[in-house]
């Protein structure tokens, strides 16, 4: 049931970003994969510069702290994708 959990967190967060990046969205999986990629890399940042620990915070903070390290993947995805188009 949890894997289950991490999947929709992985897609709302994904879409939301995608929102904040450019404004539409990447595709559901695409959004899905981004989404639990950003919060990991989300999660992982923040507890290097605060000690931030995803189960002593509220779903809030956790989904902020995961768009934002969402946002952060996106924009290297961009980068990497729209580079490699002739």
């Not at 981004?34 to 919060?39: E, T, V």
């Not at 189960?55 to 989904?63: A, C, D, K, Q, W």
């Amino acid at each position: 049931m949890q894997i289950l959990g991490w999947v929709i967190f992985g897609a709302l967060t994904g879409w939301i970003a995608s929102k904040v990046v450019n404004r539409r969205g990447e595709g559901c999986m695409v959004n899905t994969a981004l989404g639990l990629l950003g919060a990991v890399v989300g999660g992982f940042i923040f507890r290097q510069l605060t000690g931030f620990r995803y189960e002593y915070h509220g779903f809030f903070t956790s989904m902020f702290v995961a768009v934002l390290g969402a946002v952060l993947v996106l924009i290297i995805y961009h980068a990497i994708h729209d580079r490699n188009r002739p």
